[in-house]
């Protein structure tokens, strides 16, 4: 047999609106023809043609799949002879061997978004079945991988190219049971499309409401249908909805009660139940629980009544109500279309009437197949015809309507109405005795200079000691500070009592109902007289304050149980060092004891314990060291320690000070 011609790819639109319609009708006559003669060729010589590299069929194939999907505005659509033929050679591709583009994710999901689903359902079944089955299902397999991914990563991920390809998706899942058989297996993909629906991205949200719907309905519609799969599916879903309605967020703004309240799913899975007599109770129970996380009843328009509306503002035209009827009709279609997106929307509008505008029930009868003759053989890419459009505004010219009386008072063209006043008889509240020009210039309340500088002359810019004129230790008093004593030492208590019980063990602040009856939580509330919720928001506090963690930390460190003593007591450095022992780093003034040496209260023979004495001779390494100690602080404290045990001694005498 002789090589047939090679076929060149299927032109792009940009391609395909230069052509003439007498050209592009001899063209498809020829790709007809073609094609016919590649079908009534032997299968060796078929499977040949389809597995050489670089093969001109298959290449043909997918371009006139990919540009007839992608084809919106109807120009030069393919003949219905061509989309025949194209059907027939891929169905007996299905049963060669070897392999080829046409087991890809994008020509299967193409074909399907082509054909309806009567039609494209035993092509894609055959395929399933086909030896070309595992690379179909590797295919699938790769593109429900990254669908994962970038659902999965939420706002982190690819959410475009996500929302691309379920988009895409949807129809071949709308026509191949066997497609949502592997995508449903295990729970990775349902969980991605939970996470991914929380995005909040509303064409995402109803895309992937879209996906799960008809990859539900497809367990049912597969021989044998997937009970037992759809069973664990709902289990998984009432799970899903259960613990997002634990959270935080709107219990309604979640996946599942979006799927239950905008899709008919609950029904048609219980009118397929009880068709098939698998509606166990079990599946009952679990449609009966999704049922429970519906939505309020949905606010949709209306139906109007046109009636004469009279409300002395005019009568509603001919124009206004066509025109609400129109966007009513509009929004229906959209709807359906977002469920079935190869539909038109004059072949939508058709099935509206046949069902009085009921979405529900137009979207049940499309997925049964249960359409009337007369729509079932209608051409469903039929768009909206001119009957169904808003008809055109009525630009005739009308005469002037007579003028309605103005109404005038006694203001009306005076100097404010003809914006002529003079903006310095204004004034905003009460109006001023003098302006601020005039207050600037009057003199009179002015200072005299001779007052500015004595005041000057008696400022010192270098006087920064603290002004201790009025302190309570000045005047001979002390201070009472045991008013708030009692208060302080119970928040001390309750605080040191919580600190420690955190210190032990922190689950004992954990906010569930096992901790609040615990023994220990009991305890703590009998020690400190708090509430759970006030033990509870103690710690979180804590937990969430590290300023306050160090500083209950150093105050509650020494806990009674110190079990060795640094010594106090200075002793004498290295002769000529100057520097203190190891010992009397830490001792500060050293000991209290009256003894000789290094002890007594740091006057004497012992010094201060820091290295020297201020009265030392000049030059010495400690002489020095101590007139710096002797000055680090005085800046900041200057006598008043000495004031303060002044005023205390006096008090205990009974003088004023």
């Not at 996500?162 to 066997?178: D, F, G, M, T, V």
């Not at 009880?274 to 009843?297: H, Q, S, V, W, Y």
């Not at 768009?383 to 005038?408: F, K, N």
């Not at 149980?561 to 002793?571: A, D, F, I, M, V």
Request: hydrophobic share 40%.
């Amino acid at each position: 047999m002789a090589k047939l011609p090679s076929l060149a790819a299927y032109p792009q639109a940009s391609w395909r609106h230069k052509l003439s319609p007498a050209e592009w009708e001899s063209l498809q006559n020829a790709w007809v023809a073609l094609l016919q003669a590649y079908s009534s060729s032997p299968a060796p010589e078929l499977a040949k043609a389809l597995s050489e590299e670089d093969s001109s069929l298959a290449r043909f194939l997918t371009t006139f799949a990919q540009e007839a999907a992608a084809s919106q505005d109807g120009t030069h659509p393919p003949s219905p002879a061509l989309l025949k033929a194209v059907l027939q050679l891929t169905s007996q591709s299905a049963s060669l061997k070897p392999a080829s583009d046409l087991d890809k994710f994008d020509f299967l999901a193409n074909l399907a978004k082509i054909y309806p689903k009567k039609l494209a359902a035993p092509v894609l079944s055959q395929a399933f079945a086909s030896p070309h089955a595992g690379a179909i299902e590797a295919s699938l397999t790769a593109l429900k991988k990254l669908l994962i991914t970038n659902l999965d990563a939420g706002i982190r991920g690819d959410l475009k190219l996500a929302e691309a390809n379920l988009a895409k998706l949807n129809p071949l899942l709308h026509a191949s049971p066997a497609a949502c058989m592997l995508f449903l297996a295990g729970d990775d993909f349902l969980d991605s499309l939970v996470a991914g629906f929380k995005v909040m991205n509303p064409p995402l949200r109803k895309v992937i409401v879209a996906t799960l719907y008809l990859c539900s309905v497809g367990l049912v519609e597969v021989k044998p249908a997937k009970w037992s799969m759809l069973s664990d599916e709902l289990f998984s879903l009432t799970s899903a909805a259960e613990q997002h309605k634990q959270g935080p967020l709107n219990a309604n703004d979640s996946l599942v009660p979006e799927l239950v309240t905008s899709t008919p799913l609950l029904r048609v899975l219980l009118t397929k139940a009880e068709a098939d007599g698998a509606a166990t109770p079990n599946l009952r129970k679990r449609i009966t629980a999704l049922e429970a996380f519906k939505k309020g009843a949905m606010v949709r328009p209306k139906r109007l009544i046109r009636r004469k509306v009279d409300k002395g503002k005019g009568n509603q035209t001919r124009e206004d109500v066509d025109a609400e009827v129109h966007i009513h009709r509009m929004s229906q279609i959209t709807q359906v279309q977002d469920l079935f997106p190869d539909l038109g929307a004059g072949f939508v509008a058709k099935c509206l009437d046949e069902y009085n505008e009921d979405v529900e029930q137009v979207v049940a009868n499309l997925l049964s197949e249960s359409l009337p003759p007369h729509l079932a053989t209608a051409d469903r890419s039929e768009g909206l015809s001119s009957s169904h459009e808003q008809p055109p505004p009525d630009m005739a010219p009308h005469s002037t309507p007579p003028q309605l009386p103005t109404r005038r008072n006694i203001y009306d063209d005076d100097e404010l109405d003809r914006l002529a006043v003079d903006t310095a008889k204004l004034s905003f509240g009460k109006r001023p005795e003098k302006t601020a020009d005039q207050l600037l210039k009057d003199k009179s309340s002015a200072p005299g200079k001779a007052a500015i500088l004595s005041a000057l002359a008696a400022f010192d810019s270098d006087d920064d000691e603290r002004d201790d004129t009025y302190d309570a230790d000045d005047v001979g008093g002390t201070v009472d500070a045991s008013a708030n004593q009692e208060a302080d030492g119970a928040n001390d208590a309750n605080e040191e009592a919580l600190f420690r019980a955190f210190q032990l063990d922190p689950k004992v602040f954990d906010r569930d109902a096992a901790t609040r009856r615990s023994a220990a939580r009991s305890k703590l509330r009998e020690e400190t007289g708090m509430p759970d919720e006030a033990v509870e928001g103690w710690a979180l506090m804590l937990t969430r304050n590290a300023g306050q963690m160090r500083r209950l930390e150093a105050k509650y460190a020494f806990s009674g149980q110190q079990r060795e003593l640094g010594s106090t007591s200075w002793r004498a450095s290295p002769a000529g060092s100057g520097a203190e022992d190891s010992d009397a780093g830490a001792a500060g003034r050293g000991g209290r004891g009256r003894g000789g040496g290094g002890g007594g209260r740091g006057r004497g023979g012992g010094g201060r314990g820091r290295g020297g004495n201020v009265a030392g001779p000049t030059g010495d390494k400690g002489t020095e060291s101590a007139r710096k100690n002797k000055e680090a602080n005085k800046g900041s404290r200057a006598n008043h320690n000495r004031k303060a045990g002044h005023a205390k001694k006096m008090a205990r005498g009974g003088f004023a000070g």
